[in-house]
């Protein structure tokens, strides 16, 4: 699929970006050169490979870098009250924020 001229009036029109014949002309180039790149990653046989949850898992184990998922203590009162010292309304330690939905 290539981009037409027509394409990138459109939607520089919709983002409301004013583009010169040149800049047009730049902008159609590199969108068709985006367009190919993808084309390429699209024809490349993924078959047969596991999907990894982070794009460092092939060159790291990076299971190392993440911290466990553990509830943290409950502050001791002198605590709580300077953390809430900060908090513009409050009632019996909890924040009180205005209401958004009725």
Known sequence: MAITQDDVTRVARLARIALSDADSQTMQTELN???GLIEQLQAVDTSGIDPMAHPLSAHQDI??????DAAAPA???EGRDALMSN???QTEGLFLVPTVIE
């Not at 299971?63 to 466990?68: D, F, G, V």
């Open 75 to 77: 502050q001791p009162p």
């Open 33 to 35: 050169g985006i367009l």
């Open 63 to 68: 299971a190392l870098r993440l911290r466990e």
């Open 87 to 89: 908090a513009p309304a």
